[in-house]
């Protein structure tokens, strides 16, 4: 089992930038990917973006395409993810996420550990 730990988050305006950590530990991570899902209040949690540790393939949401970048620090064994140009609907409650990867984006079923969640609030 991985253990995922999140740091980052907070208040924004719209407009503005945040970033969120995520320090991995637990295991090897050559044939996983890494990433983030979202929860709004009253939704079902959704996918954000992730990037396999390895090859660096990266994915993304459609509605937070060029404004949030993915990225890794493998000596870290951390996962960032910078999210520009906020928008009130960005709000939400942001979890790391990990799995074992199939080339191709990752679904809430590949997961199998789950940090335990940053709130990030956006205002208009």
């Known amino acids: 089992q991985v253990q995922l730990v999140e740091s980052g988050g907070g208040l924004a305006q719209a407009g503005d930038s945040l970033r969120l950590s995520c320090a991995a530990s637990?295991?090897?991570?050559?044939?996983?990917?890494m990433g983030w899902f979202r929860q709004a209040p009253g939704k079902e949690r959704e996918f954000v973006a992730a990037i396999h540790w390895t090859g660096g393939a990266t994915y993304y949401a459609e509605s937070v395409k060029g404004r949030f970048t993915i990225s890794r620090d493998n000596a870290k064994i951390t996962v960032y993810l910078q999210m520009n140009s906020l928008k009130p609907e960005d709000t939400a409650v942001y979890y790391c996420a990990a799995g074992r990867y199939y080339f191709r984006r990752p679904t809430r079923r590949d997961i199998d550990s789950w940090g335990q969640g940053t709130q990030v609030t956006v205002s208009s």
């Open positions: 637990g295991r090897t991570f050559s044939s996983y990917v």
